[in-house]
């Protein structure tokens, strides 16, 4: 997704904070476990806003975009896994077009 050096990324629904760190590849990294197998990968940010253990709410700041790791330009690399499996994140944005 992109954006701007420094833009705020929220967390898109509520879970535990299980990563918040530096990891190949994806430079400075947060990964939030949702319910029901679920988590959330925030990836090449430029700063980290959370800890490991932290509670997150949905729209809780958890970092600034940047341009971490292999990176070719500032953006959020945004990523979903259901247990373990890499989804199309498109269907959950769609979807909460509607609900929320």
Do not use: C, W
Not at 29 to 48: C, D, F, M, W
Not at 58 to 63: E, N
Request: proline share 2%.
């Amino acid at each position: 997704m992109a954006g701007s050096l420094g833009d705020p990324i929220y967390a898109t629904a509520d879970g535990t904070v299980t990563f918040s760190g530096v990891q190949s590849g994806f430079g400075n990294l947060v990964v939030i476990r949702h319910s029901n197998g679920y988590e959330t990968y925030y990836a090449h940010l430029n700063r980290r806003l959370v800890t490991e253990g932290q509670t997150i709410s949905r729209g809780d700041r958890i970092a600034l975009m940047g341009n971490t790791g292999r990176s070719t330009g500032v953006h959020l690399h945004y990523e979903i896994r259901k247990d373990g499996v890499a989804v199309n994140p498109m269907i959950y944005i769609k979807a909460g077009r509607n609900v929320y």
